[in-house]
C-alpha cells in the first residue's frame, strides 16, 4: 500500500522549541518546551490532509519507507539565467530551514494517522527542488505485509 499526502503552499520545516515556565493552578512553577504556533498549525495540515488520505484505514503498523518531497518557490530575486537552471534542477535550494526539519514536520504530522510510530520508518528519501507551485509531499510505503520471517521467504 501506498499512501501520498500533498499539502500546498510553501512548506515549512519544524520549528526550534522554546523553553518556558508554566504556572499551576496550586502555584508551582515548573519548566517546559513549547513547539511554535506556526509548526503547531503546519503539523495540523499535515494531519488533516493525511486523515483525509486514509479514511477509515487505521494506521500502518509495519516497516515503512518515506519519500519527503520540499517543492520550494523560486526566489524574487533569482535571476533568468538561474530561473532556467533551477527549472532543470540544476541549481537546488540550500536555505534554511535544513532539510531534516522539513522531514520532522512531515514525520509528526502522520504519526498515529498513516503510521503508528517513526520508529516504522525503515528507510527515508528527502530533497529540496524549486518548483512553480510550491508544496510538501509525502509518500509511504509500506515494506511488507507481514512481520512474521517466514512470509518473507
Not at 515549512?12 to 504556572?23: D, H, L, N
Not at 517546559?32 to 477509515?56: C, Q, S, W
Not at 494506521?59 to 518531497?69: G, K, L, Q
Not at 510510530?117 to 510538501?136: G, M, T
Request: some cysteine; hydrophobic content about 35%.
Amino acid at each position: 500500500m501506498t499512501i501520498v499526502i500533498e499539502i500546498g503552499g510553501k512548506p515549512e520545516g519544524k520549528g526550534r522549541g522554546r523553553v518556558g515556565r508554566i504556572k499551576t493552578a496550586a502555584g508551582k512553577d515548573f519548566t517546559t518546551v513549547f513547539t511554535p504556533a506556526h509548526t503547531r498549525k503546519y503539523e495540523n495540515l499535515i494531519r488533516l490532509a493525511a486523515a483525509k488520505e486514509m479514511g477509515d484505514r487505521p494506521p500502518i503498523e509495519t516497516a515503512v519507507e518515506v519519500w519527503v518531497h520540499v517543492y520550494l518557490p523560486f526566489p524574487k530575486s533569482m535571476s533568468k539565467a538561474n530561473l532556467t537552471k533551477a527549472v532543470g534542477g540544476f541549481i537546488r535550494p540550500t536555505t534554511k530551514p535544513d532539510i531534516d526539519n522539513y522531514v520532522k514536520s512531515a514525520l509528526d504530522g502522520i504519526i498515529n494517522i498513516v503510521i503508528r510510530d517513526d520508529n516504522q520508518v525503515v528507510s527515508l528519501y528527502a530533497h529540496k527542488v524549486y518548483r512553480s507551485r510550491p508544496a510538501l509531499r509525502i509518500e509511504v510505503r509500506e515494506c511488507y505485509k507481514s512481520k512474521k520471517l517466514e512470509d518473507l521467504e
